[in-house]
């Protein structure tokens, strides 16, 4: 068949611009080419399809077998005939026949254009996925675009991603256009192109917006431990560092509060406790539930399990509204934890000091 500079010159330009390789596209049509022989011949397992990469010219080869008795005109050629044709070739050697149809042309090009936009669109959801992919696990920002039902649609730059009712802190509404937070959970590959998981309610979120607002933790400076979380209501976070020097706390605190309140703000005025993280499971214990003040605390480490005594003044405080501050406490420590007042244990109660 006669060249076709034009789908080279085409191909090229795609590759350029699109940084999808002339030899994978060529390689597409030509299978493509052949799924198309297969109608006209019936099978296609000895039919070649080969296009000059330097012409464009597209031909197909039959594959047939040099037999002394033809049985399949398909597969094979009468020696005699062969001999005609292939002069150098013997019996068993396999020769290739040009049959390329008459008006293949149309076909090919035809074939070449849809390869070609297919391939396009496989590409660029391929780019678009990796690029979403590198994000997994991280905080993106996303604009609000409208309720479906009790779901969320947000466009998150290229794509958009649905916020389901599960992902969402129970009360936040937003408006059209308001820009938010969201963490992403997963990214996954589809035909439709990368759909992605995000959310509001996950711990790591936390964790993220502290990475983000503070030098110290996106350094590695100051190391966050662990993250207990009931998203829009309270978090526990406790924090450690290795340096003299810094007060990690004090870090995440920032000055007058601004960095904690930054992030704050963002959930929607969420209360974050920021405690020191303890090697010694007493005292991250006793730390962990902060605000409250702790008598002490008695650990059984192989059962993963804390009794902990709390002056009477303080049981309420200790245990928190709907016992949320002993929950977020044993997550956030990992320990089954009982909180008991002085007199339940049959100590004199510590009498609560006299605000001035």
């Given at each position: 068949m006669k060249g076709n500079s034009e789908l080279i010159e085409a191909l090229n330009q795609i590759e350029k611009e699109k940084s999808i390789s002339k030899e994978i596209l060529l390689e597409a049509i030509e299978n493509s080419l052949m799924a198309a022989c297969k109608n006209h011949y019936g099978k296609s397992d000895n039919i070649k399809v080969n296009i000059d990469r330097?012409?464009?010219?597209?031909?197909v080869y039959a594959e047939r077998e040099i037999v002394e008795v033809v049985e399949d005109p398909v597969t094979q050629i009468d020696a005699i005939e062969?001999?005609?044709?292939?002069?150098?070739?013997?019996?068993?050697?396999?020769?290739?026949?040009?049959?390329?149809?008459?008006?293949?042309?149309r076909i090919a090009a035809q074939k070449a254009k849809q390869v070609v936009v297919q391939k396009i669109r496989e590409e660029e959801r391929k780019v678009l996925y990796e690029q979403y992919f590198s994000m997994e696990k991280d905080v993106v920002t996303g604009v609000v675009q409208r309720y479906v039902g009790n779901n969320i649609s947000v466009n998150l730059g290229k794509?958009?991603?649905?916020?389901?009712?599960?992902?969402?802190?129970?009360?936040?509404?937003?408006?059209?256009?308001?820009?938010?937070?969201?963490?992403?959970?997963?990214?996954?590959?589809?035909?439709?192109?990368?759909?992605?998981?995000?959310?509001?309610?996950?711990?790591?979120?936390?964790?993220?917006?502290?990475?983000?607002?503070?030098?110290?933790?996106?350094?590695?400076?100051?190391?966050?431990?662990?993250?207990?979380?009931?998203?829009?209501?309270?978090?526990?976070?406790?924090?450690?560092?290795?340096?003299?020097?810094?007060?990690?706390?004090?870090?995440?605190?920032?000055?007058?509060?601004?960095?904690?309140n930054a992030i704050?703000?963002?959930?929607?005025?969420?209360?974050?406790?920021?405690?020191?993280?303890?090697?010694?499971?007493?005292?991250?214990?006793?730390?962990?539930?902060?605000?409250?003040?702790?008598?002490?605390?008695?650990?059984?480490?192989?059962?993963?399990?804390?009794e902990v005594v709390v002056p009477d003044y303080q049981l309420s405080l200790a245990i928190g509204k709907e016992g949320q501050n002993a929950r977020l406490a044993a997550r956030l420590t990992n320990y089954k934890i009982d909180i008991k007042s002085e007199s339940q244990v049959g100590l004199t109660p510590t009498e609560a000091p006299v605000e001035e």
């Open positions: 330097n012409t464009g010219s597209v031909t062969a001999k005609v044709k292939f002069p150098k070739n013997e019996i068993g050697d396999i020769v290739q026949i040009e049959v390329t149809p008459k008006n293949f042309g794509v958009d991603a649905v916020l389901t009712e599960n992902e969402q802190v129970h009360g936040e509404r937003f408006r059209p256009t308001e820009r938010i937070k969201l963490y992403i959970v997963e990214v996954k590959d589809t035909t439709k192109g990368p759909k992605i998981t995000v959310s509001r309610t996950h711990p790591e979120l936390v964790k993220r917006l502290f990475e983000a607002e503070v030098t110290e933790v996106k350094d590695g400076t100051v190391e966050i431990k662990s993250i207990a979380r009931e998203a829009g209501s309270r978090t526990k976070m406790a924090v450690w560092t290795q340096e003299p020097d810094v007060d990690p706390v004090g870090a995440c605190v920032g000055m007058n509060g601004a960095r904690v704050v703000e963002e959930l929607r005025g969420e209360k974050i406790d920021i405690i020191t993280w303890s090697e010694d499971p007493a005292v991250l214990i006793e730390n962990a539930l902060s605000p409250a003040k702790v008598v002490s605390v008695n650990v059984n480490p192989d059962e993963k399990s804390a």
